[in-house]
């Protein structure tokens, strides 16, 4: 375990964060835990959703990266998806089974998911209206469960 800005991460999570998928299919072929959370209580699945790397989001669902986990900002993985994930990341998203986890749920803010990226969204300088449309096109059949 290594201190990273505060943070406790391992190798898989330093993965996560910089998209290595290389790297990380190999920690996770070795037996590296795709749940281990970090000193905030932050599965890797939640750091590579939070910098929207499909690709280790692929490979972390695909070894066993559970999506039922709560960080200690009461965010959950539809938190995430709603904050920081786009188009390919939700896609994948829509095919899995989200255990239950309600689209109501308030984070440490007092924030649901629906309002999460509501209010985020705008922000995001980097994307174009449409693929904020398409995001959200994508993110409300995540949540009705009717993607993929």
């Not at 174009?128 to 096109?137: H, Q, S, Y």
Request: charge should be positive; glycine fraction near 8%.
């Amino acid at each position: 375990m290594v201190s990273h800005g505060g943070r406790r991460w391992l190798a898989i999570h330093f993965a996560a964060r910089t998209n290595n998928v290389a790297h990380a299919g190999l920690l996770l072929r070795y037996g590296a835990n795709p749940n281990h959370p970090d000193s905030f209580n932050r599965p890797p699945l939640f750091i590579a959703m939070h910098w929207d790397h499909c690709e280790i989001v692929r490979l972390l669902l695909r070894h066993g990266a559970r999506l039922d986990m709560v960080d200690d900002g009461k965010m959950t993985v539809l938190h995430y998806a709603a904050r920081y994930s786009n188009a390919p990341t939700l896609r994948l998203l829509c095919r899995e089974d989200l255990h239950g986890i309600s689209r109501n749920c308030r984070d440490s803010q007092g924030q649901t998911p629906p309002e999460g990226f509501l209010r985020t969204r705008p922000l995001m300088m980097s994307k174009t209206e449409d693929e904020n449309l398409v995001a959200r096109e994508i993110f409300d059949q995540l949540l009705n469960g009717t993607g993929g």
